[in-house]
């Protein structure tokens, strides 16, 4: 089966003036109808796996002169913050071995077996040819397409900085006892992103009164990681934003707040994007 829609939204700003792109893999919401047949799980259910409205805090990047771009097809579908081979057997019919890692083992691979608490999605398995369909279509145009565009940004600018954006379940804080961050930044322990980078970020959601955490609980997975090099002028954080500040997570609705709680993120990413702002971006060479 082909899929009838493209993986994801890009949106191209003329003229690029920010060496920054804005990144939501997890918040698409097309269920292809086949796979709606399929599934055990009610939409509700399957949705609260999704990163809901996140790529609504992006609506202002063409106007900060940053490339943004968001997945079309859910999480619950294929998860774009996997490795491709990290493929589960226990819900891809033929494969030889499991792809290695605890989230695979876990059921949480490139397609995932289980959706948020565990909730098996499929009745049965998919074959692997339509795995296959589904990394095809989907995993590998989105990952050349963010490859690209940070080739291009360190070509403009000297460096190019990937900032990914999630969010996080309550219950997924309190599970680890923590004292509720609102924001948790993640560069692999300083692994993914330069420090004076990582500390502007954490700044700029500082200064709106939010709590900031780094790396704890969540550090960052397979797209932190691959995208940020330091050494190669290539950098990449996750933001996660705690879900409970913007939305009724039980019914995955906006909160009657919400355009006051994107008015902060407005200001947050405007911050964001200057860090790798430039007026005259083709007269920057890389180091």
Same mark, same amino acid.
Request: proline share 3%; net charge positive; aromatic share 0%.
């Given at each position: 089966m082909k899929h009838d829609r493209p993986a994801f939204r890009l949106c191209e700003p003329d003229p690029v003036r920010t060496s920054v792109i804005f990144s939501s893999p997890h918040s698409g919401s097309y269920y292809p109808t086949d796979f709606q047949q399929n599934t055990v799980l009610d939409l509700a259910r399957l949705r609260s796996s999704e990163d809901a409205f996140v790529d609504d805090f992006m609506h202002l990047?063409?106007?900060l002169g940053a490339y943004c771009i968001a997945a079309t097809y859910p999480r619950a579908y294929l998860d774009l913050n996997r490795a491709r081979d990290e493929l589960d057997p226990g819900i891809?019919?033929?494969?030889?071995?499991?792809?290695?890692?605890?989230?695979v083992a876990a059921g949480l691979g490139v #397609?995932?077996?289980?959706?948020s608490g565990g909730r098996a999605i499929l009745r049965g398995k998919i074959s692997l040819a339509e795995a296959e369909t589904r990394l095809d279509d989907i995993w590998t145009p989105w990952h050349r397409q963010i490859d690209l565009l940070m080739e291009a940004n360190k070509k403009r600018f000297g460096e190019a900085l990937l900032v990914d954006l999630h969010s996080m379940p309550s219950e997924a804080i309190e599970a680890f006892g923590l004292k509720r961050p609102e924001i948790v930044i993640g560069d692999r322990y300083g692994s993914s992103a330069s420090e004076h980078i990582v500390e502007e970020i954490e700044a700029a959601f500082a200064a709106t009164g939010l709590s900031v955490s780094r790396n704890t609980p969540f550090a960052g997975a397979y797209i932190t990681k691959t995208y940020g090099q330091p050494?190669?002028?290539?950098?990449? #954080?996750?933001?996660?934003?705690n879900r409970a500040l913007y939305m009724d997570e039980a019914r995955i609705e906006r909160r009657a707040d919400f355009a006051e709680f994107q008015s902060l993120m407005d200001g947050v990413l405007a911050r964001i994007a200057a860090i790798g702002r430039s007026d005259q971006p083709d007269t920057m060479a890389a180091e």
């Open positions: 990047g063409a106007q891809v019919e033929g494969l030889r071995q499991r792809g290695s890692g605890s989230r #397609i995932p077996r289980v959706v050494a190669n002028h290539r950098h990449a #954080i996750q933001i996660e934003i």
